[in-house]
């Protein structure tokens, strides 16, 4: 049988599949969890609907306290960013809900424009061309140029040009 030393160890290893915004939140949470004597081990973590999922062994015996844990770590998930941790919101887009920052939300509108309007669907490539975009601009990482407003409007106008036929 595992003890909460060994779970801890484990359950810490699962943070990979948590959006690296929430990692911290998310090894809060697992060290509370240990410190409540909690064995049980995490069999699945990420977002959900912009939140926080963690799911923890069901034939596990669970400590008094444990769900309340997890179900606080979710609530505040919610008001952070899942990709850099600042203060977000939550947003719907094409059936996602995901929690983001302004800036961090305004790159993700660039990259379902290119991806919708530009790349038939496929996330990957726009993923890419926005990233050549910007190195263009002179901005490294490619993703720093759309989280600002000016780059945001300038990969909307760049895109309405293409569409056009005016590349220049």
């Given at each position: 049988?595992?003890?909460?030393?060994?779970?801890?160890?484990?359950?810490?290893?699962?943070?990979?599949?948590?959006?690296?915004?929430?990692?911290?939140?998310y090894d809060?949470l697992?060290?509370?969890?240990?410190?409540?004597?909690c064995?049980?081990?995490?069999?699945?973590?990420?977002?959900?609907?912009?939140?926080?999922a963690?799911?923890?062994?069901?034939?596990?015996?669970?400590?008094?306290?444990?769900?309340?844990?997890?179900?606080a770590?979710?609530?505040?998930s919610?008001?952070?960013?899942?990709?850099?941790?600042a203060v977000?919101?939550?947003?719907d887009?094409?059936?996602?809900?995901?929690?983001?920052c302004?800036?961090?939300?305004?790159?993700?509108?660039?990259v379902?424009?290119?991806?919708?309007?530009?790349?038939?669907g496929?996330r990957?490539?726009?993923?890419?061309?926005?990233?050549?975009?910007?190195?263009?601009?002179?901005?490294a990482?490619?993703?720093?140029a759309m989280?600002?407003q000016?780059g945001?409007?300038?990969v909307?106008?760049l895109?309405?040009?293409?569409?056009?036929?005016?590349?220049?």
């Open positions: 049988m595992k003890n909460a030393a060994d779970s801890l160890v484990e359950n810490i290893d699962m943070r990979d599949g948590v959006p690296p915004g929430w990692r911290r939140l809060r697992i060290v509370d969890l240990y410190r409540l004597d064995a049980a081990e995490v069999t699945a973590a990420g977002a959900h609907r912009g939140e926080l963690v799911t923890l062994a069901s034939h596990a015996a669970v400590p008094a306290g444990v769900e309340r844990l997890i179900d770590a979710r609530r505040a919610a008001a952070l960013c899942e990709e850099c941790g977000a919101s939550l947003h887009g094409n059936g996602t809900v995901r929690s983001l302004g800036p961090h939300y305004r790159l993700e509108l660039a379902q424009a290119a991806t919708e309007r530009l790349f038939e496929e990957a490539e726009a993923l890419r061309w926005v990233d050549a975009f910007a190195v263009a601009l002179g901005e990482p490619g993703e720093r989280r600002s000016q945001f409007e300038e909307l106008a895109i309405r040009r293409i569409e056009s036929g005016v590349y220049c």
